[in-house]
């Protein structure tokens, strides 16, 4: 196991060079083949991490409380809601005293802009042990790295010039985080593919993941664009990856926003809309998804959808992260 990032945190894919993104994808790489073909990989024996949510999950909770078992250690899953962060105990301590306990950090905190990310750093300020952000405000690195490895099991490694369309969609359920798209402009930009970003004017993107987003193409060649319509994103795409999200003002507001999100209820991804893409284009969704709202169901589960090995990457990516720098 590689030990260049024993003790690093994981808060933003920015934090991290490209050199050590490729790190995190050949171990996961090397992690799922030693999975697939049951080859003991017990890199992390006997070390605790510990879970920390504000918010739901199925994947994230999952993949993490699997990985670090097939990895041979043990996490303890921490809702914030029965911890005594309810009665208001500080980042600072929660960091200090969780990280003598074990061995790592890992905290979801998505749900309201301007707090998960800054709470996450403060832990990590104080924590002696990586903290690694599990979804926050600004970005999900976690799902990033594993729509990146999907993105190259499809295509190869070398992904200059592919155009990957990043779109806001309908759905109903819930003011969905900023944290995905705003994850993938940043890191799909490094990697040298074009980037066209497409929402509803009330739908901007946080203006710090934007900057890198252009910064981030400059340096690489790659072009990253804004568009309005869900049809001139998909247009020769590669890869398209339609999901919903929040206004980053009215998270606190629901149903002002809701009634602002059904106005565009016909941004759904369906098959006319894939005919835009090219034919052998890859349709994308960290999951959950909105069926019948941001994509149909014959999209979804249609010859086109990699959802499921995207979803199943989230365990070696997961396992990969927790074993490099715990
Ligand atoms: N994609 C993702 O993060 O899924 P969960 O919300 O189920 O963890």
């Known amino acids: ?3 260049s990032l024993k003790g690093k945190d994981y808060i933003s894919t920015q934090d991290w060079s490209n ?9 996961s790489a090397d992690l799922k ?3 697939k073909n049951d080859i ?7 070390k605790t991490i510990f879970l920390f949510f504000f918010d739901k999950s199925t994947r994230t909770r999952n993949s993490f409380e699997a990985g670090i078992t097939q990895l041979g250690g043990h996490a303890h899953f921490i809702e914030a809601s029965t911890s005594q962060v309810a009665h208001g105990e500080s980042p600072k301590d929660t960091g200090i005293i969780l990280s003598s306990y074990g061995h790592g950090i890992a905290i979801r905190h998505d749900l309201l802009p301007g707090e998960g990310n800054s709470y996450m750093r403060e832990v990590a300020q104080h924590a002696d042990k990586p903290v690694l952000n599990m979804q ?3 970005d999900h690195p976690c799902q990033t790295l594993a729509d990146l490895m999907t993105i190259r099991e499809t295509f190869g490694n070398d992904l200059r010039g592919r155009k990957i369309a990043v779109s ?3 759905a109903p359920s819930y003011a969905k985080p900023m944290s995905v798209p705003q994850g993938l402009i940043m890191l799909m930009t490094r990697f040298g593919m074009n980037v066209t970003l497409a929402h509803p004017p009330e739908y901007k993107l946080m203006d710090e993941p934007m900057q890198f987003a252009k910064e981030n193409a400059e340096k690489s060649g790659a072009k990253f664009e804004v568009v309005s319509t ?3 994103a998909f247009e020769g795409a590669d890869i398209v990856y339609p999901k919903s999200w929040g206004i980053e003002s009215l998270f606190h507001k629901p149903e002002e926003a809701l009634k602002i999100s059904k106005k565009y209820n016909h941004w759904i991804c369906d098959e006319k809309l894939m005919q835009q893409a090219k034919r052998d284009s890859i349709y994308m969704h960290c999951l ?4 019948g709202h941001e994509v149909t169901d014959a999209v979804i589960d249609g010859p086109h959808s990699v959802v499921y090995q995207e979803a199943e990457n989230r365990l070696h990516t997961a396992k990969a992260l927790m074993a490099l720098t715990m």
């Open 288 to 291: 959950p998804a909105d069926r």
């Open 33 to 35: 083949e030693k999975f």
């Open 230 to 232: 869900m049809e001139e």
């Open 40 to 46: 003991p990989h017990r890199y992390l024996a006997d």
């Open 168 to 170: 806001w969609a309908y």
């Open 136 to 138: 926050c405000d600004i």
């Open 19 to 27: 050199d050590e993104i490729e790190i995190a994808l050949e171990t």
């Open 1 to 3: 196991m590689n030990t």
